[in-house]
């Protein structure tokens, strides 16, 4: 029972420093909570804008795809006529 009474008496004369203590920490946590959220704020709005750039690239994209599939196919070319050439025959030599 002594140890008990012991650090009762001892929580009394040092409750102040411990308050203290708790008071740090709590002013600790909540600015480290702000500064987070913060953060993370920036960053989702770095990949909204990431996401709304992809989006915008894709559509894009589609349609370019859908212009090239519905072209009509280019008309085929006339064929060229031959021209037959005799063989060259020398004569007298």
Same mark, same amino acid.
């Given at each position: 029972m002594d140890w008990f009474i012991s650090t009762m008496a001892?929580? /009394?004369?040092?409750? !102040?420093?411990? !308050?203290?203590v708790w008071l740090g920490i709590l002013i600790g946590?909540?600015? !480290?909570?702000? /500064?987070?959220?913060?953060g993370a704020a920036s960053k989702i709005a770095d990949l909204e804008t990431e996401l709304y750039q992809s989006r915008a690239i894709r559509e894009a994209l589609k349609e370019e795809i859908f212009r090239l599939e519905n072209q009509s196919k280019p008309k085929p070319r006339k064929r060229r *006529? *031959?021209?037959?050439? /005799?063989? *060259?025959i020398d004569v007298g030599e």
């Open positions: 001892w929580f /009394a004369d040092n409750m !102040g420093t411990i !308050g203290w946590v909540v600015a !480290g909570v702000v /500064a987070s959220s913060f *006529k *031959k021209v037959v050439r /005799a063989n *060259k």
